[in-house]
């Protein structure tokens, strides 16, 4: 009783199908009459939109592999910053936005600095894997 | 309003601003919005002035009850020729008026000459790689226009229709903090951050600047390799002349070209000293509060487009992906903090 193919690699077909099957087709178009200034800005606008839905495809498709260890972590992270034994992510979150706008709890700017990057870390994993590496093994907490 | 009428009202514009006699035909249409269309126009002067030209000509519903929404295209209009006027490449303002249109709402059209280059980022990059000094011209010139502009005296620049912004450093922070506090979650990377800034406000500079606002790559027209016109002047406001330079340097504006801080095509010094060379004056502090302040608007704005995705306002696939580039704003947020949280 278990369906082939998954989400995860459903999403990756999808991704794949959109990247090597219609973006050629519409960059052929979009640019078919060279110079760029005739080109067809409809296909145009389509390519961009067909890049921007393999993308999200692909996004989606590594939030279900990582995000509930990167959930797990961040909360764990940011319980240990507020002193808080429970709360979810998001009541988390409020809390230390609500900590930094009225300035109580007197945190550590380099505490809140190491979690709010590992946080950032880990959804940028998500969103986007190859922007930490690109400025060349940059900041990275 | 029929086609027939938008030519008629074109040809009137453009014989009072002292191009006629003139015919004109519509070319096609570039962009359609809600309440914005763009529209490539081929004009053929009559008799002897030349031949045939083309123009672009941006037309925008005026509601007048909703002043202060949208700038008009006349001020902008008023802006960008003061800017040409200085020195600065960017489009030449062929006319710009109302049409006189039988039912409302009035109908604002600016026409510009069509200027001759390439704006996508990625082909701005990849044409400047291909000759020999790589975007280092390009970069030069963009500090030459941006010190040119900001030697306008804005006083000098009449606007028909409202006054331009002004931001000072501190008013800037306190625009920053209510776009945050607009956004429905919490988002405390944003918060640190302005914290931060509000730490570290620079002092404002001696005298206030026009400020274009989008100055970057994108926004650029580049041609053979060089700046041939800065676009997009719907931002300009009056403020420090250090935001224009931080944000054409922006990461998210260097399309993974991250080793060329400006734009993805050139170097920082390259650009500093072209600025300097120009009369200029690079303040290093405000430059980098600038960047951060920049950088946190950014993603902040991101963030607006997904809140508007959520909730119904926009079916834009764009601004739903928006969301998810947050984090990259954050990452370079946090990456600009870290040698000041210690």
């Known amino acids: 009783m278990i369906d082939r193919p998954d989400a995860h690699r459903l999403l990756l077909a999808v991704a794949e199908a959109l990247t090597d099957e219609v973006v050629p087709v519409l960059s052929a178009s979009a640019s078919a009459s060279a110079p760029v200034q005739v080109a067809d800005p409809e296909a145009a606008a389509a390519r961009y939109t067909a890049r921007i839905a393999a993308n999200l495809c692909r996004i989606v498709a590594r939030e279900a592999e990582l995000w509930p260890q990167a959930e797990a972590a961040t909360v764990a992270d940011l319980r240990g910053l507020l002193g808080r034994d429970g709360g979810s992510l998001e009541e988390l979150s409020r809390a230390l936005d609500d900590e930094l706008r009225t300035g109580a709890g007197d945190l550590d700017p380099g505490s809140v600095h190491r979690v709010l990057s590992a946080a950032a870390g880990r959804r940028l994993a998500i969103a986007r894997p190859s922007y930490g590496d690109d400025l060349g093994g940059g900041h990275r907490s | ?342």
Not at chain 2, 3 to 20: F, N, P, R, V, W
Not at chain 2, 261 to 285: N, T
Not at chain 2, 294 to 316: K, P
């Open chain 2, 1 to 342: 309003m029929t086609d027939e009428h938008l030519l008629a009202g074109l040809e009137q514009l453009m014989t009072s601003a002292g191009h006629g006699p003139l015919s004109l035909t519509v070319d096609r249409e570039l962009t359609a919005g809600a309440n914005r269309r763009t529209i490539r126009l081929i004009i053929t002067p009559a008799g002897l002035d030349g031949g045939p030209y083309a123009a672009i000509a941006q037309l925008v519903e005026r509601d007048d009850a909703r002043e202060g929404t949208t700038r008009s295209v006349l001020d902008e209009a008023a802006v960008v020729s003061a800017a040409r006027a200085n020195g600065v490449p960017a489009v030449e303002v062929l006319a710009a008026g109302r049409l006189p249109a039988a039912t409302p709402p009035p109908i604002e059209v600016l026409v510009t000459r069509e200027v001759a280059g390439e704006t996508i980022p990625r082909r701005v990059l990849r044409s400047v790689g291909a000759v020999e000094d790589g975007g280092r011209k390009l970069t030069r010139s963009c500090g030459r226009a941006l010190a040119r502009l900001h030697a306008i005296d804005p006083a000098a620049v009449s606007l028909a229709h409202e006054p331009l912004p002004v931001f000072t450093v501190a008013r800037y922070l306190d625009h920053l903090t209510e776009r945050l506090d607009d956004l429905p979650d919490p988002h405390p990377t944003f918060r640190f951050a302005i914290n931060r800034l509000a730490h570290d406000l620079p002092s404002d500079p001696p005298k206030r600047s026009l400020i274009h606002g989008d100055f970057r790559n994108g926004n650029l027209i580049v041609d053979a390799a060089d700046l041939a016109a800065a676009l997009d002047w719907e931002l300009v406001h009056i403020g420090d002349p250090m935001e224009d330079l931080a944000w054409i340097c922006l990461r998210t504006w260097r399309f993974g070209s991250d080793s060329r801080e400006v734009g993805g095509f050139g170097r920082l010094d390259d650009l500093r000293r072209a600025y300097a060379d120009s009369g200029g004056r690079w303040r290093q502090d405000a430059f980098e509060w600038w960047t951060m302040a920049r950088t946190a608007w950014w993603g902040i704005g991101l963030a607006a487009q997904a809140v508007a995705f959520v909730e119904g306002r926009s079916n834009s696939l764009v601004h739903a992906a928006s969301g998810r580039r947050v984090v990259e704003l954050e990452y370079d947020l946090l990456g600009l903090l870290a040698a000041r949280v210690g």
